[in-house]
């Protein structure tokens, strides 16, 4: 595979390819993988830390600049920063639990056999059910703490060949490692 145009539209696989070409020495190549995965997916914070690592190769300064993307993106979904009023904190919940709620989606898309066990898909189906429902919560930060605990919740059940996809660059990812337990 020698062109980021070859590869599947699946962000994951090409991410996965990029990381793979900048181990194998080939820093350049995966600078345009990542590039190519930004086209279609501007909020990808893996691709910005992709990128990164590729550009830190030979450009100190395109790589901070590609880290501080990614860690913005992160920062932007994370409900638990402080001074957040509590409708903020309820609406980062919210986006949180909706990406959670597409981890194993994502991962099934590029991971055959990658189902969820019977309890998770139950657990989806509520969130689903939630996540429909627009009604202003009578407290937007118990709310925000029952989004937040069913979000980890979600991101726990996934199948184990998928929580090796997601990287520490991934906002979702990084956000869901630093939750409270």
Same mark, same amino acid.
């Given at each position: 595979?020698?062109?980021?145009?070859? *590869?599947?539209?699946?962000?994951?696989? =090409?991410?996965?390819?990029? /990381?793979?070409?900048?181990?194998?020495?080939?820093?350049?190549?995966? =600078?345009?993988?990542?590039?190519?995965?930004? /086209?279609?997916?501007?909020?990808?914070?893996?691709? #910005?830390?992709?990128?990164?690592?590729? +550009?830190?190769?030979?450009? #100190?300064?395109?790589? @901070?600049?590609?880290?501080?993307? !990614?860690?913005?993106?992160? *920062?932007?979904?994370?409900?638990?920063?402080?001074?957040?009023?509590? /409708? =903020?904190? #309820?609406? @980062?919940?919210?986006?949180?639990? +909706?990406? !959670?709620?597409?981890?194993?989606?994502?991962?099934?898309?590029?991971?055959?056999?990658? %189902? *969820?066990? !019977?309890?998770?898909? =139950? *657990?989806?189906?509520?969130?689903?059910?939630?996540?429909?429902?627009?009604?202003?919560? /009578?407290?937007?930060?118990?709310?925000?703490? +029952?989004?937040?605990? %069913?979000?980890?919740?979600?991101? +726990?059940?996934?199948?184990?060949?998928?929580?090796?996809?997601?990287?520490?660059?991934?906002?979702? %990812?990084?956000?869901?490692?630093?939750?409270? @337990?």
């Amino acid at each position: 595979m020698s062109r980021a145009q070859d *590869l599947p539209a699946d962000p994951a696989v =090409e991410e996965n390819v990029g /990381k793979l070409l900048l181990e194998f020495g080939l820093p350049q190549e995966s =600078e345009d993988v990542f590039r190519e995965v930004l /086209k279609n997916s501007k909020d990808d914070a893996g691709a #910005y830390a992709g990128l990164g690592d590729a +550009e830190a190769q030979w450009n #100190y300064s395109a790589a @901070r600049d590609e880290y501080r993307h !990614a860690q913005a993106l992160a *920062l932007a979904l994370d409900p638990t920063l402080p001074r957040l009023r509590a /409708k =903020e904190r #309820y609406r @980062r919940s919210r986006k949180l639990l +909706e990406l !959670a709620l597409g981890a194993p989606d994502q991962c099934g898309a590029s991971h055959a056999g990658a %189902t *969820l066990p !019977a309890s998770a898909s =139950e *657990l989806a189906d509520r969130v689903r059910k939630e996540l429909a429902d627009r009604q202003r919560p /009578k407290s937007y930060g118990d709310a925000a703490d +029952e989004s937040l605990a %069913t979000a980890r919740q979600l991101w +726990e059940s996934r199948p184990r060949s998928c929580q090796a996809i997601a990287g520490p660059g991934d906002a979702l %990812t990084q956000v869901m490692m630093h939750l409270p @337990r």
